[in-house]
């Protein structure tokens, strides 16, 4: 395939969608038979600024993936493909597609590629399953205040204890004092 002359037309387009395959963080591959452009439209704005939605050519997509580096991707090339290229948040461009797809049956997602490797359509769901960054960096700083706040509570317990027995040995002598 690589040995084939291409026009320059189609050189630029494989270029650009190398270059998208290599500095995307995730990629997701997706069949759009049967959507209008509307509901096109309407998903490119869903996936947010950082999310592109580009459809291609098959053969021109399969090139750019195998210059980017990218294997295990030709059996997904079949019928009308579109690529989602992210560069922001995986999981919200995840969710996005998802619910996307739950509203317009006929958009497919097929698979793709996170972190340069291929992954299956579930994995995507998988990965649409996941919440947030934020939302899991919050709970990371929640569970790491919270092993702080344990750590300080227990060097305090012994401070608290004396102080505690020293009031209690002082009510003591008081009362033995008035009696």
Known sequence: MADKPVRADK???????TEHFRNAGATVLT???????????QLRRSLGQETTYAVA???LAKRAATDAGI???DELFTGPTALTFVSGDVVE?????????KANPKLVIKGGVFEGKAITAKEVSRLADLESREVLLAK???????????????????????????AALQDKREQEGQA
């Open 93 to 101: 461009a995840a969710k996005g597609l998802r619910e996307f797809a």
């Open 57 to 59: 050519k098959n053969t």
């Open 31 to 41: 069949e759009y038979r049967g959507l209008t452009v509307a509901q096109l439209t």
């Open 140 to 166: 990371l700083a929640g569970g790491m205040k919270a092993s702080l706040s344990k750590a300080a509570a227990l060097f305090q317990a012994p401070l608290s204890k004396t102080a505690r027995l020293a």
């Open 71 to 73: 294997q295990g991707l």
């Open 11 to 17: 050189a630029t387009a494989v270029a650009e969608l």
